[in-house]
């Protein structure tokens, strides 16, 4: 099975950043899309931004221009660069892996794995 592993997640103040990073465990051939969601208190798990093993991102619109993804593919990481942080990004923060390869031919996470969060708190 494949294990998520986030980290980075913390408080800060208004226009603030933070860096988060999740790492993959596993004898990992490749992994299709990384992504990050988050879930508010009271409110549905949302993408925030995906990225796939080419670098084609997606972000959400409210992301755009603050946030920035990226991944190592040799180190099966994704990260998520976060700039000019809002008291509204405050949320839990997840890391998600779509179809992952592993090198004896086997393939998981077809409908995605998920890491255990991360929880992001802005506020002043």
């Known amino acids: 099975q494949v294990q998520l592993v986030e980290s980075g997640g913390g408080l800060v103040q208004p226009g603030g950043s933070l860096r988060l990073s999740c790492a993959a465990s596993g004898s990992i051939f490749s992994i299709n899309v990384m992504g990050w969601y988050r879930q508010a208190p009271g409110k549905q798990r949302e993408l925030v931004a995906s990225?796939?093993?080419?670098?084609?991102?997606n972000y959400a619109d409210s992301m755009k221009g603050r946030f920035t993804i990226s991944r190592n593919n040799a180190k099966n990481t994704v990260f998520l660069q976060m700039n000019s942080l809002k008291p509204e990004d405050t949320a839990v923060y997840y890391c998600?892996?779509?179809?992952?390869?592993?090198?004896?031919?086997?393939?998981?996470?077809?409908?995605?794995?998920w890491g255990q969060g991360t929880r992001v708190t802005v506020s002043s």
């Open positions: 998600n892996a779509d179809r992952v390869r592993f090198y004896n031919g086997s393939l998981r996470c077809t409908d995605g794995c």
């Open positions: 990225i796939t093993r080419g670098g084609s991102t």
